[in-house]
């Protein structure tokens, strides 16, 4: 095994499946599942319970004579009336053998190896094991509660000792396993949702706790389980699996291996995460000082670390995640792209956008817009290039607003053929529309809600509930309308291009200033208000442009890069899988 482990170490501590998360579409390391050392921990207990973790010792005493003392001390303890004789079931099939067991090693029943202490109702203090109080990742009790008669619950029955196994039977707790390993004072009594079973014959209980969380018997469970909502199994259901029994000097030689096997596991999980964390901490430093550079000389010198140490430092679908941030970072700052000085500055765009939003006012095809307070220093986030400036989004948008509920208007949902396109903010992605599943109202919506019939290339942008900020371009032809979880922004689009808005709108700074400006009420939403207020960093139109274009070029190279890891991830759980297939074949 150890041999197993030494010759694979990186699949075991490289196979990796990586799982989004919600929020702002980042990750964080911890949301990374360990999926190889995962894959270890379990074939280390499916190797445990097949025989094949240790030598057999062909001078140990086999598992049959020890059957027959278990058999001779359960009739002592019948006859003494410390338990009760339980009905002998079946004999086991041998269908029901999930694998060949090595010699000297039987089949028994869960009955059969072990006892129940009975019931009582508490009429004193005692402590109290409860499902929810299992950590199924270490077996052990989280928090035991010492309650007095008076304050326990219905379920508080079942008597444990030392050494007892307890199963939970019950969802949400189903498959939790502990043996209890210490005393309790006041005495303990166990949830009525538990399986008890004291093994005979001083049998170690971790032994059995291994082969009930082994995919044997997991496999079992979930053939006999009732219930879809919250699947269960009985006491009567549970006593009838099967269990190996190995010779009783092999099941602690296997129960010492597994802890120092596993203790190996919890090393290399921790030298996983120390390496983790490290490597996160030197990434957001070094990207952090490219934002923060002063010059271009600082910044030329942060990038040259980066550029030195990329293949080290992007290895990870997260860290790729932070590189874009990053580049959209100082895409906005005008720290991505060199200015050219014969660019016509922002300002001149400013005021041609003004006095075409005066016309449009003037001949009554926009209404005039509130005047906001003028842009004071202490709102700038950080200096800006020469020939740019901060604009709030009202000042070159012709319209902000948002749409209205079917339901608030007498409008129905109804077939394509008969409605319009209605888009909902499940409709909105990050930079794309999703439109796998399209909703239709009736084409009076547009008729009682006309400010929010979308056009071509206008944005839309989420403003209710978990995925507030997520915004695209409302980029198809079809005739269409708004929800009111939905803000419509439509920009002045000769003077904007409009890739560089949807690139700041998906960038870290607007996205904090979203996270901001939320009420969170009942749900969390933004204002059309606060949206209006939007300060963004304006350059010259040809350089947003030339900044769409290196974002283009360069998130197309990150896309690549994660493509690649994601691939070799891949390769290394299929290695992992493998690896475990062979082992226990």
Known sequence: MEKLISEHLATWTEAQIVTTASGRGRKSSGEQNRYGIKKLRELILELAVRGKLVAQN??????????????????????????????ALSPIAEEEKPFVLPKNWYWA????????????????????????????????IKFPKKLTAAEAPSRARKIVSVGTVIYSTVRPYLKNICVIEQEYHPEPIASTAFAVVHPFQKMPGKFFTLYLKSPSFVSYVESVQTGIAYPAINDKQFFYGVTPIPPLAEQNRIV???????????????????????????????????????????????????????????????????????????????????????????????????????QLVKAGKMKKQKKLPEIGDEEKPFELPEGWGFVRLVEISKLITKGSSPKWQGVNYTE?????????????????????????????????????????????????????????????????????????????SQFIDKKYLLYFFNSEFCLSYMFDKQVDNARA?????????FLIPFPPLPEQH?????VDELMTLCDTLKSGLQQAQTTQVQLADALVEQAVA
């Open 109 to 140: 029943r869960l009955q059969d190896i072990g006892h129940d202490w009975g019931q009582k109702k508490p009429d004193g203090d005692f402590t109290y094991i409860e499902v929810s109080g299992i950590d199924n990742a270490t077996g052990t």
């Open 416 to 492: 394509k053929k008969e409605g319009i396109l209605f888009i909902t903010s499940e409709n909105v992605g990050r930079y794309k529309l999703k439109l796998e599943k399209k909703k239709y109202v009736e084409k009076k919506f547009n008729e009682v809600e006309p400010r929010s019939i979308l056009k071509k290339d206008d944005f839309l942008m989420n403003i209710v509930g978990a995925s507030i900020g997520r915004t695209a371009v409302y980029d198809i032809d079809e005739l269409a309308n708004i929800n009111q979880a939905v803000c419509l922004i439509r920009v002045f």
């Open 525 to 533: 939403n933004l204002s059309m208000g606060n949206i209006a207020k």
């Open 256 to 358: 010492a291996k597994v802890d120092e096997l596993m203790t190996l596991c919890d090393r290399l999980e921790k030298q996983q995460t120390d390496s983790t964390a490290t490597h996160q901490a030197l990434l957001t430093t070094l990207l952090d000082a490219l934002t923060k550079s002063a010059n271009h000389a600082e910044f030329a010198t942060t990038w040259q670390r980066i550029a030195e140490h990329f293949d080290l430092l992007f290895t990870t679908d997260q860290s790729i995640d932070q590189l874009k941030q990053t580049i959209l970072q100082l895409a906005v700052m005008g720290k991505l792209v060199p200015q050219n000085p014969d660019d016509e500055p922002a300002s001149v765009l400013l005021e041609k956008i003004a006095a075409e939003k005066a």
């Open 58 to 87: 062909p001078a140990d005493e086999p598992a049959s004579v020890l059957l027959e003392r278990i058999a001779a001390e359960k009739a002592s303890l019948v006859k003494a009336g410390k338990i009760k004789k339980k009905k």
């Open 546 to 550: 030339r900044i769409v274009a290196k």
